[in-house]
């Protein structure tokens, strides 16, 4: 079996080369086509054509006039992941409480103590170093809950941090929940908007964060009608956190009865909830983002993700990270997670009776990391998928690397076998962001320092 292009570096040379061509054709040949699109599914074998940032064709024996032609022979083609809902500014804290067991406890040692200290530069070393790390994982599209906006220059370095990668970045801005700030949110959005949000076709997109009630925080972060006016008069989404348990529930009807509820609104966690909750937010078609390895390893309300609860009312949810501060940055691990839990609970549930369990799938969770996960994050039309016309946000994984060898189910071996090291390259927007097992344009040296510097100002900092 020939060696995959994708470890060639004289191939990336010639896409360098083109690289500023707006009509630049890629055309992968040979390749398993995992499209996650409901109407191609998967394609053995097959090519897949790229113009300047867009996918516009699939098929066998596709044209190569004036394309760079890679051999992707043994690999599989997948759309890049889309994470709906990680707090990019704290990754220089990584896995500094790996087992914390309560929400209190991650809020009053994160979000009332080392966030308090953060400057804007600090903003930015944590956001970029998770996207960097994002993108090297597969994910293509993040959603940035970027909850520490102090001042307007806090909100303008995680957005800079997001352009500087390439990645497909949603930046969604909320306030912080202690500590002195500039109380610039929510009008702040307006100029960020105008400032880097104003074109319709481009990397980035905005978004009003908020969180489901007041406990945590008090009334200004909580979402109500005065949020949702803001981001409709923007014509922006909204995506809401901490949505857990009796008092969250409570506000989904009463949001329901506001008429604050809707495909542009995303709930976060969405952990136990009632039945009554779970039905406005069915009918009225909001969206939900899962955080599989957060519900379940901190413990949040009943610690089992809403997996079952959300397609009960025919929602299909997009999947996160979370924080890093105790959890794994990948999708790899919030797939199996919840393929591995859900499939689990049925089990349990049916246990001694001749009940057939309802078990979800590695199609399923990867229609989660993919395409549903684009939906909830407001980009259904745009990534997700494999489909002629959107945008080229893929991943070239090695199937015949050790640990994936031999290739016999491509969902399979992408949900059950892989891992970042057999992505070997991550287009985003049609532009190689990942080569050769590399992420792209960075200097790694100065990327360390600058966060090992950003990580003891803030551990050393007394918080106020």
């Known amino acids: 079996m020939a060696i995959c292009d994708t470890t060639d570096p004289a191939v990336l040379e010639q896409l360098q080369r083109r690289s500023a061509d707006p009509k630049r054709r890629i055309l992968f040949t040979g390749a398993t086509l995992v499209t996650m699109d409901p109407d191609l599914g998967v394609l053995h074998a097959a090519d897949l054509l790229v113009e300047g940032d867009t996918i516009t064709a699939i098929g066998a024996d596709l044209n190569r006039d004036g394309a760079v032609v890679v051999d992707a022979a043994g690999t599989v083609l997948t759309p890049g992941f889309v994470d709906?809902?990680?707090?990019?500014?704290?990754?220089?804290?990584?896995?500094?409480?790996p087992d914390v067991d309560d929400l209190g406890a991650y809020v009053m040692s994160t979000l009332a103590g080392y966030a308090t200290v953060y400057r804007p530069h600090?903003?930015?070393?944590?956001?970029?170093?998770?996207?960097?790390?994002?993108?090297?994982?597969?994910?293509?599209?993040?959603?940035?809950?970027?909850?520490?906006?102090?001042t307007a220059e806090h909100s303008d370095a995680a957005v800079q941090a997001l352009l500087d990668t390439g990645i497909r970045g949603v930046h969604a801005s909320m306030g912080p929940h202690f500590g002195d700030w500039d109380k610039q949110w929510p009008a702040d959005l307006t100029r960020l908007r105008e400032t880097y949000f104003a074109g319709e076709d481009q990397l980035l997109?905005?978004?009003?964060?908020?969180?489901?009630?007041?406990?945590?925080?008090?009334?200004?972060?909580?979402?109500?009608?005065?949020?949702a006016r803001i981001a409709r008069d923007l014509g922006i989404g909204v995506s809401v956190d901490a949505v857990l348990g009796a008092t969250s529930s409570r506000a989904i009807l009463n949001w329901e009865k506001d008429g604050i509820l809707g495909p542009d609104v995303t709930l976060i966690h969405a952990t136990g909830l009632t039945p009554a909750a779970w039905k406005a937010v069915g009918e009225s078609g909001t969206t939900i983002a899962l955080a599989p390895t957060s519900d379940a390893q901190i413990g949040l309300d009943t610690a089992i993700p809403a997996i079952d609860e959300a397609l009960a009312v025919g929602v299909r949810p997009g999947l996160s990270i979370d924080v890093e501060v105790a959890l794994a940055s990948d999708m790899f691990t919030q797939m199996r997670a919840l393929h591995a839990i859900q499939r689990m609970r049925a089990v349990n549930t049916v246990h001694g009776t001749d009940q057939e369990p309802a078990r979800i799938t590695t199609h399923d969770v990867l229609d989660f990391a993919t395409l549903q996960g684009a939906r909830t994050n407001g980009l259904a039309g745009v990534t997700g998928?494999?489909?002629?016309?959107?945008?080229?946000?893929?991943?070239?994984?090695?199937?015949?690397?050790?640990?994936?060898?031999?290739?016999?189910?491509?969902?399979?071996?992408?949900?059950?076998?892989?891992?970042a090291r057999n992505i070997s390259a991550v287009l985003i927007n049609g532009a190689p962001r990942k080569w050769n097992g590399q992420?792209?344009?960075?200097?790694?040296?100065?990327?360390?320092?600058?966060?090992?510097?950003?990580?003891?100002?803030?551990?050393?900092?007394?918080?106020?």
């Open 84 to 97: 709906t809902h990680r707090h990019a500014w704290e990754t220089q804290l990584r896995r500094i409480m």
């Open 122 to 150: 600090d903003m930015y070393v944590g956001t970029k170093l998770a996207a960097l790390t994002a993108i090297d994982c597969g994910i293509t599209c993040m959603l940035d809950f970027s909850h520490n906006s102090r």
């Open 205 to 227: 997109t905005l978004r009003l964060a908020a969180l489901a009630t007041d406990e945590i925080a008090g009334p200004a972060l909580a979402y109500g009608p005065a949020p």
């Open 385 to 419: 998928s494999l489909t002629p016309g959107k945008k080229a946000d893929l991943l070239v994984i090695l199937a015949e690397d050790l640990n994936n060898m031999p290739l016999n189910d491509p969902i399979g071996t992408v949900v059950l076998g892989s891992d």
């Open 439 to 464: 992420v792209l344009d960075v200097d790694l040296p100065l990327l360390r320092d600058e966060v090992h510097a950003s990580r003891d100002h803030v551990l050393h900092t007394p918080t106020p």
